[in-house]
């Protein structure tokens, strides 16, 4: 692979001129392309095969419901002045005023009022009137919503508060944001310290927001073929932010050592590519190979979220090894070392004064054993929480106080009890029965003596007859785990009933959807995890070829997840440092976010492991010496993993405070995925292993040897074939000065 990659730097050198036009062609493209289909995302978030699922198709069949997106719903919310009631003088007038201002909208095809649809509370203080609009919820037009807002100023001047609800979504996405732009000066700020170059620093940033435009451009074209969430867009601009800033600062960072080696401009961006442009493609093949294998969870909105992310991750991988190189070439020796900028300098060690991660790699090699047992221990206890993880989906409840959602949510939550956002719907079915509702009836009958009901609505029985519907209200809200727990006894009572009188029970519902959605993906993590620690095994024994470098990969993988999975429950659910990064209120964890967080995590540890461990290996190749392999392995990849892992957790960071809390929980366990595995795994426990192991650590059997592939991710073909002997760049420097 790696004389394919030099060929390749030498190419994009030679032709820098059409690699820059070529993108920039590209882009303009894509976008002409973007501007003419136009933009089609979903918020479907289905699980095809759940009972939930089961129970819709039911309701579909027997009462007529032909599956159509039904139109957009706003719930208008309001309560009264204090000391009035919705139905005082003067508050019901000015109420349907409002909404007769509302209709004015012709994309209105009905307004109800809370005076219709009986939804006064019991003190007559709250209560809320609906806006069904002719557009499915997600195609609701801009100037649509902005007339909502602007008609509910009217009540609220009024001293009515008046707030929103529904299901069309009025706090729009980001893609990005404030906070995000501060993520990617902190990843300058990085740069420019590790490289001692502001020009240098610009180019794996500028380089990164090229290919994170072609990426997202093609998701949005994408979006028009294919059902895709809108949060699938927000996970591809994380990673693809991310990693195409680290894989542009390997490929630079080794260029710069190459002239420091004395080798020519085009040498050294051949060389760049062929060595760490080897490990930039095996790394981000990892990710792509880890990310589109969240199709195996077999649920369709994940799937295109991974296959989303996997985009932009192989965007930024084309880019690094084409147009980084390109872009290198006409810098030339404008970034090397030797042009490091003075005051960036005062930053660095100078001199043959040892520098931290000289320090650093001493005391990993005197004290492995405390090292490594330290490191270990430390994200043992982290991953604590993780044994009690609860997971559900997030709605207008943790959103943020300053939201019209939340206040809503609040109201409804006031007025009608909190088992008022998790209403369970039951389609009950008694075929080939002779009194079929008489059978229905006295199977509903039992659903009052069931723990956590709060009330049973009559049941309303299908054209057919065979079939009735009606609605469990629970005495809990949607995050409770005491809901999912009814869910659970209705289906056991609908195994019981089936036996005594035929009458089959099932639930649906939002609530129930979002259980069924948990439960389906917690039974698919240890699947897809298995999955994923097979994978990362068997890539790492072909590039390491060893048998215990692989083995010990996957247990500090094991170990970030852990942690990061604990770390997430002690924030999220358990409402710890909450205040600290901005997140209103404690809930369940995002019942995505496991199997998310062990895709896109293994990817990224696998980049840390090949870029420190492969120059390990490197050094004991040549050496021989298992321990001044490690000492190698930390001075000379350390700078770049560390700064690596500075940048992921600085953009990662930067999505933490969104207001959405699905963005809020991805960006928070991304970030603190990258600092325990970095920091912690690869900086500290893989060393200290790697020092306890010895010369045993790159043992491999000779029968296996002979089958492995040889993938040279150090590009050690290619340095043989250029010549490279320790006095080859000396013997330059000497033919340079000389001149």
């Known amino acids: 692979m790696a004389k394919y990659l030099f060929r390749l730097g030498e190419w994009a050198f030679e032709a820098r001129k059409r690699v820059l036009a070529g993108a920039l062609l590209i882009i303009l493209l894509l976008g002409a392309g973007v501007l003419q289909l136009g933009v089609s995302f979903t918020g479907d978030m289905s699980i095809p095969g759940t009972k939930s699922e089961e129970a819709g198709e039911l309701l579909k069949k027997e009462f007529s419901v032909d599956g159509s997106p039904a139109g957009g719903q706003v719930m208008l919310i309001f ?27 012709k994309a209105v095809v009905q307004a109800v009022s809370p005076y219709d649809n009986a939804s006064l509370n019991a003190t007559g203080e709250i209560g809320y009137g609906t806006l069904t609009y002719n557009v499915p919820a997600g195609e609701v037009s801009g100037e649509s919503k902005e007339h909502v807002r602007s008609i509910i100023d009217s009540t609220r001047e009024q001293g009515i508060q008046t707030e929103l609800g529904g299901d069309v979504a009025f706090s729009e996405l980001k893609i990005l944001s404030a906070m995000e732009a501060v993520g990617v000066l902190i990843a300058f700020v990085v740069l420019a310290l590790t490289l001692t170059s502001f020009l240098a620093a610009g180019m794996p940033i500028l ?6 435009a072609i990426g997202v451009l093609l998701i949005l074209i994408g979006s028009n073929a294919v059902d895709m969430s809108s949060v699938s867009i927000t996970l591809a601009v994380m990673l693809g932010l991310a990693v195409g800033i680290d894989y542009a600062l390997f490929i630079v960072a080794r260029y710069r050592q190459q002239l420091a080696d004395g080798y020519s401009v085009k ?23 880890a990310l589109c294998g969240l199709s195996l969870v077999q649920i369709p909105f994940l799937t295109m979220m991974g296959v989303a992310a996997a985009v932009c991750v192989f965007v930024s991988v084309l880019i690094a090894i084409v147009l980084v190189p390109a872009l290198i070439s006409v810098a030339g020796e ?69 939201t019209t959602e939340r206040r809503g949510y609040d109201l409804l939550e006031e007025a009608y009890g909190p088992g008022y956002h998790s209403p369970l719907i039951i389609v009950a079915m008694a075929e080939g029965k002779e009194d079929p509702q008489a059978a229905i009836s006295q199977a509903a009958s039992k659903l009052d003596k069931l723990d956590n009901v709060a009330s049973v609505t009559p049941a309303y029985p299908s054209p057919s007859g065979q079939a009735a519907m009606f609605t469990v209200m629970p005495k809990t809200g949607p995050h409770d785990a005491e809901t999912g727990g009814l869910v659970h006894l209705i289906r056991g009572l609908s195994e019981q009933t089936q036996a005594e009188s035929g009458v089959e029970l099932l639930v ?5 959807v979002n259980i069924d959605i948990s439960d389906k993906l917690s039974e698919a993590l240890p699947k897809f995890a298995v999955v994923i620690v097979v994978l990362a095994f068997i890539l790492l024994l072909m590039v390491f070829r060893s048998i215990l470098v692989p083995i010990k990969a996957v247990l500090g993988f094991l170990l970030s997840l852990g942690a990061t999975l604990g770390f997430v429950v002690f924030v999220l659910q358990d409402g710890h440092l909450i205040g600290l990064f901005g997140i209103p209120e404690p809930g369940p964890v995002l019942n995505f976010l496991p199997v998310i967080v062990v895709g896109i995590l293994f990817g990224l540890a696998m980049d840390y492991e090949v870029f420190l461990v492969s120059r390990m290996r490197e050094e004991y190749t040549h050496t021989g010496d298992a321990e001044q392999a490690v000492v190698a392995g930390v001075r000379g990849s350390g700078a770049v993993v560390v700064a690596a892992g500075l940048i992921m957790i600085a953009v990662f960071a930067g999505f933490i405070f969104t207001e959405d809390p699905i963005i809020k929980s991805m960006g928070l366990a991304l970030a603190f995925g990258v600092l325990f595995d970095a920091f912690i795994v690869r900086m500290a426990i893989v060393p200290a292993v790697m020092k306890l192991l010895g010369r045993t650590a790159w043992y491999v059997p000779k029968w296996l040897d ?12 290619v340095m043989r074939q250029l010549g490279k002997k320790e006095e080859e760049p ?9 001149n």
């Open 706 to 717: 002979r089958l492995l592939p040889n993938i040279d991710v150090e590009g050690e073909e």
């Open 267 to 289: 040498q050294s961006v051949a060389i760049a590519n062929a060595t760490a442009g080897s490990s930039v493609v095996f790394a981000g093949l990892t990710v792509v190979i």
């Open 730 to 738: 000396e013997r330059i420097s000497k033919a340079a000065h000389a």
């Open 508 to 512: 649906t519902g939002a609530a129930a």
């Open 79 to 105: 309560r009264a002045p204090e000391g009035k009631t919705l139905e005082s003088l003067g508050v019901k007038d000015k109420v349907l005023s409002l909404l007769k201002q509302a209709q004015e909208d």
């Open 334 to 402: 404008k970034i090397s070392p030797a042009n490091s900028n003075a005051f960036l300098r005062k930053f660095r060690r100078s001199g043959e004064k040892p520098g931290m991660l000289d320090k650093w790699a001493v005391l990993v090699t005197r004290r492995p054993l405390v090292v490594a047992v330290t490191g270990i221990a430390v994200l043992a206890v982290i991953s604590v929480p993780f044994l009690h993880m609860h997971l559900g989906l997030p709605d207008n409840g943790l959103k943020s106080e300053e």
């Open 207 to 212: 380089t990164a927001v090229i290919g994170l």
